[in-house]
């Protein structure tokens, strides 16, 4: 079935995180001080992986890449959010809501491709050490960051368009704090049978898809360290495993829970929804490089020569 534009509906109405004013400044402050996190986390590790020259592998290559999405994905959903509590004024115009949903699932999709390259260089760099180098070269690395972010538009392209493509009537008021398409889908005044499924085989099977080829690059990973003779090594390995399999948890989880089902709403959507909108993205520095000694060195040292030129 194929829809055109008919919208009479121009804007929409947010219904934010809470009726209640007193909680809607709580929240305020608390999503302020996440997001200021989340920006200068982020930023300190980009900034720390391109000025010191020891973070020059692919791992670290990779881990830029993913803390400046994690900046943009953060900052496509917290800043409205801010505004609209601060004002007062919880109102998008259906043009600025299809994009927040575009830009929405380009950075997340971008981010669940990462993510998956990301647990295929720690695969190849504990199961097949020797090759590591050979395997994953400069050009290769190059190639699957491209590769993550064209995935990611297409995916976002086609939900965006198909979202486009619904007619609104009205009611307009959107059950949450930002524009997606499972909120959006159940505002149509028409058949969305087949966006429900073009949502679950896109969104939903991504995610799935991702998510359980990360599980069986952690289970090679995993297998290989159980042959490590030294405990310490196999503690330190085991530890840094199941602290990206508590983030990748974290990301994935919540997005199969959400797009792997028809559009329905539930009360708990809002609440699984802030995980991998906005703790996510506070996460992944802290798990993935703040706990790295030698990223922690190099954040500490471009510190002190800002502070300290001399």
Request: glycine share 4%.
């Amino acid at each position: 079935m194929v829809f055109t534009n008919q919208s009479s509906v121009k804007e929409f109405t947010l219904s934010g995180l809470s009726s209640s004013h007193e909680l809607h400044v709580i929240f305020s402050v608390f999503f302020l001080v996440l997001y200021l996190m989340t920006l200068s986390g982020n930023l300190a590790i980009i900034t720390a992986v391109h000025v010191d020259s020891h973070l020059r592998s692919p791992m670290y290559f990779f881990l830029s890449n993913l803390s400046f999405l994690d900046m943009c994905y953060s900052s496509v959903t917290i800043p409205r959010l801010l505004t609209n509590i601060l004002s007062g004024k919880k109102t998008i115009s259906f043009n600025q809501c299809i994009s927040q949903l575009f830009f929405l699932h380009l950075f997340g999709g971008t981010e669940c491709f990462l993510l998956t390259v990301m647990a295929y260089d720690r695969y190849v760099a504990i199961c097949n050490p020797l090759r590591y180098h050979a395997v994953m070269n400069h050009r290769f690395c190059f190639c699957l960051v491209t590769f993550s972010w064209f995935a990611g538009f297409l995916h976002s392209f086609t939900q965006a368009f198909l979202t486009y493509q619904l007619p609104f009537c009205g009611p307009n008021k959107i059950n949450h704090f930002f524009c997606d398409v499972h909120p959006l889908a159940v505002l149509a005044c028409a058949d969305t049978y087949f966006i429900d499924m073009s949502i679950i085989a896109n969104s939903g099977m991504i995610s799935l898809t991702c998510f359980v080829i990360l599980l069986f690059s952690y289970l090679g990973i995993i297998t290989t360290i159980l042959k490590i003779r030294s405990s310490e090594g196999r503690r330190k390995a085991f530890s840094t495993c199941a602290s990206h399999i508590l983030v990748v948890t974290f990301f994935f989880g919540p997005c199969i829970f959400i797009y792997l089902r028809p559009p329905v709403n539930y009360p708990s959507d809002k609440l699984i929804s802030i995980l991998y909108t906005v703790l996510t993205p506070l996460l992944n520095p802290i798990i993935y490089t703040l706990r790295n000694q030698e990223v922690k060195n190099a954040v500490i040292k471009f510190s002190r020569s800002k502070i300290f030129p001399h």
